[in-house]
Each structure stands twice: as structure tokens, then as C-alpha cells.
């Protein structure tokens, strides 16, 4: 008798699912909402499977992270997990601009890599493009066992400018915070009122004591008054 791995039992279920034809590969934004000029172009990627097949599309989601940090044009690939949400994952990528990010999208191991998936999605996976708005280095990342933190920012239209100061504010005043590795954060291409901040901490400690920091209260009351939506912040760990 030949003994498979439950990880390799389940990529085959993944594999079956798609021969089948049960589901479709969303297409990809398209570039006429990217500006060629956006360089680095930030992608952040929310990906939500099934939690049963959680170690299954963690091996899927190793494999193309190590083969996507070799393809042309790519600046950084990091996959997160949500500690308390099995199946839910965020894919942190930069590339050096909309031409390279299409010609990834196009290639062969990237369709297949999409199709399993979207095999096991709870929801579809959503691609948000982004361009820098205050951020470092790629050089430093990935950071293993540091807390990696994402957080959705939506602000109304109207107050667009000051939302980009306060966070401006933010991201240069948390950069010197005790604990902090990263603070970047990018808006995005096609909704300018929204943010993502991407950030990694030391240790859960540091990111639970800047909380009460100043500037992140002064931030948060800023905020109050032009939030288009609830503040939405979530810890993840680095996929190793």
C-alpha cells in the first residue's frame, strides 16, 4: 500500500476541483486603472479558504510564494496567517510596476497556482493595487516571529487630503517607535480615499504598548470624524 500525506491528498482534491470546471479564476484589475507611472505597484492579496483544508493551501501557498520571489519584476512576496482564523491568509507583494505584475499574472504557474485557489475560496480573492504613499525599505522583510499587522483605512472623499497628512504623520512618527520594523503604508489606485498600513512589530508586546502612543491616539481621533468605514486592523503571522 502506498501512504500519501494528508497535504498531498488535499492538492489533489484541489487539483480534481479544477479539472472539473467547478470554478473560475476571477480576472485580474486591469492596467488601465494603473497608472504605468505607480513603481514599486504594492499588491495586498485577501485570500479566504476553507479552514478544514487549511494546511493544504498553506503548502499550495509556500510553493508559489518560493517560485513568485523569482519571477522578473518581483521587489517582495510574503504570505501571512491569520492565528485565529484558520484558512484566511494576506499575500503582501511588490512588483516594479503594472507591466511586470501582468506578465506574472499571465504566466502558466501563476493561472494553475489561481485556479486551486479559487478551488477552495470562501470568498473570492480580492487584489487591491496600491502606490506608496509612506513607506522604507523592501530590504528587511520577511521578519520571522514578528507580529505582521494589516489594516483596511477608508476614509470619505472629501477629506482625502487629510487623511493622506494624519497618516503621513503616523507612519513617520511610528517608524521611531520602540519594537517597530516596519510602518508602510500604501493607497490604493483606483479608490484613492482607501489605505492599507502594513506594519511588523518585535513582538505583540511592542504593538499592544503603541497603541496607547500619542501619535496613534492622535491619529485615531483624526480619524473620528472621516472614516468612511470601521477601522479595520488584524494581527497575522508570517507563513514560514
Same mark, same amino acid.
Given at each position: &500500500?502506498?501512504?500519501?500525506?494528508?497535504?498531498?491528498? &488535499?492538492?489533489?482534491?484541489?487539483?480534481?476541483?479544477?479539472?472539473? =470546471?467547478?470554478? @473560475?479564476?476571477? /480576472?485580474?484589475? /486591469?492596467? !488601465?486603472?494603473?497608472?504605468? !507611472?505607480?513603481?514599486?505597484?504594492?499588491?495586498?492579496?485577501?485570500?479566504?479558504?476553507?479552514?478544514?483544508?487549511?494546511?493544504?493551501? #498553506?503548502?499550495?501557498?509556500?510553493?508559489?510564494?518560493?517560485?513568485?520571489?523569482? @519571477?522578473? =519584476?518581483?521587489?517582495?512576496?510574503?504570505?501571512?496567517?491569520?492565528?485565529?482564523?484558520?484558512?484566511?491568509?494576506? $499575500? #503582501?507583494? #511588490?512588483?516594479?510596476?503594472? #507591466?511586470?505584475?501582468?506578465?506574472?499574472?499571465?504566466?502558466? @504557474?501563476?493561472?494553475?497556482?489561481?485556479?486551486?485557489?479559487?478551488?477552495?475560496?470562501? %470568498?473570492?480573492?480580492?487584489?487591491? +493595487?496600491? %502606490?506608496?504613499? !509612506?513607506? =522604507?525599505?523592501?530590504?528587511?522583510?520577511?521578519?520571522?516571529?514578528?507580529?505582521?499587522?494589516?489594516?483596511?483605512?477608508?476614509? $470619505?472623499?472629501?477629506?482625502?487630503?487629510?487623511?493622506?497628512?494624519?497618516?503621513?504623520?503616523? =507612519? *513617520?512618527?511610528?517608524?521611531?517607535?520602540?519594537?517597530?520594523?516596519? +510602518?508602510?503604508?500604501?493607497?490604493?489606485?483606483?479608490?484613492?480615499?482607501?489605505?492599507?498600513?502594513? *506594519? $511588523?512589530?518585535?513582538?505583540?508586546? @511592542?504593538?499592544?504598548?503603541? $497603541? &496607547?502612543?500619542?501619535?496613534?491616539? *492622535?491619529?485615531?481621533?483624526?480619524?473620528?470624524? &472621516?472614516?468612511? %468605514?470601521?477601522?479595520?486592523?488584524?494581527?497575522?503571522?508570517?507563513?514560514?
Amino acid at each position: &500500500m502506498t501512504f500519501r500525506s494528508p497535504v498531498a491528498s &488535499m492538492l489533489t482534491a484541489l487539483s480534481l476541483l479544477v479539472l472539473d =470546471g467547478v470554478y @473560475a479564476q476571477a /480576472p485580474a484589475q /486591469p492596467s !488601465s486603472v494603473i497608472p504605468a !507611472s505607480v513603481s514599486p505597484l504594492y499588491v495586498v492579496t485577501y485570500v479566504e479558504t476553507n479552514p478544514e483544508l487549511k494546511s493544504g493551501t #498553506a503548502a499550495l501557498l509556500k510553493v508559489h510564494r518560493d517560485d513568485s520571489r523569482k @519571477a522578473a =519584476g518581483n521587489l517582495r512576496y510574503v504570505v501571512l496567517q491569520s492565528p485565529r482564523r484558520p484558512g484566511q491568509f494576506v $499575500i #503582501a507583494s #511588490a512588483w516594479q510596476d503594472i #507591466a511586470a505584475w501582468e506578465t506574472y499574472m499571465s504566466a502558466t @504557474a501563476t493561472t494553475e497556482f489561481r485556479n486551486k485557489l479559487v478551488a477552495v475560496r470562501s %470568498a473570492p480573492i480580492d487584489d487591491r +493595487f496600491n %502606490a506608496s504613499l !509612506s513607506v =522604507g525599505s523592501l530590504a528587511e522583510l520577511p521578519v520571522k516571529g514578528a507580529v505582521y499587522g494589516v489594516t483596511h483605512v477608508d476614509v $470619505i472623499p472629501p477629506r482625502l487630503n487629510d487623511a493622506v497628512a494624519a497618516l503621513t504623520v503616523l =507612519g *513617520e512618527a511610528t517608524r521611531r517607535a520602540n519594537g517597530n520594523l516596519r +510602518f508602510e503604508i500604501v493607497q490604493q489606485t483606483n479608490r484613492p480615499n482607501h489605505f492599507t498600513v502594513f *506594519e $511588523i512589530w518585535r513582538s505583540r508586546e @511592542a504593538f499592544d504598548a503603541n $497603541i &496607547m502612543a500619542p501619535p496613534q491616539r *492622535e491619529f485615531r481621533d483624526k480619524l473620528g470624524s &472621516m472614516s468612511g %468605514a470601521l477601522y479595520d486592523e488584524r494581527l497575522y503571522e508570517l507563513l514560514e
